[in-house]
């Protein structure tokens, strides 16, 4: 290991090594470096933008006869969806936990390549079993993704810009609604292609793009943070060693000395006991907020958008062909959210921005739901209205991922991050297209009115929470927010 202890990690005693290696991610410039990390592992939330709204936008047309499918509109928009959902939360407990024990960068490729192969696969689909099961392993390798890559991406981008790269990325999600809605519109076109070829060929475009993502996140490294806690320091010094030259020469100067060290325990692995005593005896208040944060944007998101095109066909008369145009404007709304937004979480900071977006979103949808009960919205007006309350809510769910990613103790970041959004997604993410495709689906005005009423008042009340329980981390080091595990105090010997 290099012998300065400044620059690299170097022996404490036996079986522990101090190192610098978070201090010196923390203190480097933006570079071409992170970019390349943003494009490698943010990218596959546009991927999960543009299936989810294909599915969305398509379930009229495979519901048609001569779609290939014996299927109805409830079970794609209900049944389906919620399957998609029950897989992301089983992938997202399932990889986490590999996650954390064998590293960020061998899960988000494993993850990104079950991806690919169940979307083939669903594309196939020629019974409504078959495409039941693909759903169901689509969202396990989604929700892999969203363990892996947010702990990975939190873990190498600098304190500086964490909070709004962690929010624009996870943000990217609807540029691929916004691609999936207007392909929707060309696919769905039986000028073009057969009703029984469309919406297969949406699904292969989508395989596509993921076999290009795949080609890029070769290149993006394993978490350094990672690496020293798990016995590889002198790999995280030489991975740290090299983008700083790298960085140097790309501006021309040298950077400044890192802020401090810390010294840890290494070890091999965590095990679930530890997990689960850190999270909830440890940070209970932290355990609460970010359950709390991840159901109501859960319920919202997942019940609600879902069936946006059920709704503009069963109450405006939309033709099943044009809901795409609806649905990329609410696209745009959610992605300039995150976007707008995100450098307030680093300096406004994160507790008036988690609460002020969950808050804010919540009161906008009761006005629309209450709009919509006396008769005043249009197609487009209701659109307009979704947009303006998607464009906070977006920048909300996406501070749901960043918190919990951030707030707890990096020998747990993944299955963390796992946790809360299965237990959040299956209270609200599959509940809620189960019992929202009937309320959208039944024509009754009331019941869609309900639908909206319930997801408004939780994310209010995620809100609420936020307001008193958020965590001040904006601009610290993760290792500052959530001292690690394997940390030994000073002087000691003794593990944290």
Known sequence: MTADASSGSVPASSGTVTTAVPARLDRLPWSRWHWMIVIGLGTVWI??????????????RIAEDGSGLDISSAQITGLAAALYVAGACSG??????????????????????????????????FEAWWFFLFRFLTGFGIGGEYAAINSAIDE????????????????????????????????????IFPKDLGWRLSFGLGVVLGLVILLVRRHVPESPRWQ???????????????????????????????A??????????????????????????????GLSLFIGQAFLYNAITFGFGTILITFFDVPTGSTGYYFAVIAAGNFLGPLLLGKLFDTVGRRIMISGTYLLSGVLLFGTAWLFDRGSLTASTMTACWCVVLFFASAGASSAYLTVSEIFPMETRAMAIAFFYALGTAAGGISGPLLFADLTESGVVGDTVLAFQVGAGLMCAAGLVAAFLAVKAERRSLEDIAEPLSSVTEGSGATR
Not at 47 to 60: K, S
């Open 47 to 60: 991927l999960d933008g543009l299936e989810v709204t294909i599915v969305g936008n398509v379930a009229g």
């Open 92 to 125: 997202a407990l399932f990889f986490g936990w590999l996650t954390d024990r064998y590293g960020r960068k061998k899960l988000f490729m494993v993850t990104l390549v079950v991806y690919l192969a169940a979307t083939a696969l669903t594309a196939l689909s």
């Open 156 to 191: 190498l981008i600098p304190s500086k810009y964490r909070g709004r790269v962690d929010l624009i990325i996870n943000g990217s999600y609807w540029l691929g609604a916004i691609g999936g809605a207007l392909l929707s519109i060309v696919m769905l076109d039986t000028d």
């Open 228 to 258: 020293y806690i798990h016995g590889q320091g002198e790999k995280a010094d030489t991975l740290v060693d090299s983008v700083e030259r790298e960085i140097e020469q790309e501006r021309g100067e040298k950077l400044p000395p890192p």
């Open 260 to 289: 401090g060290e810390i010294t840890i325990h290494q070890r091999k692995s965590i095990g679930f006991g530890l997990i689960a005593k850190t999270v909830f005896r440890r940070y209970p208040r932290r355990a609460v907020l």
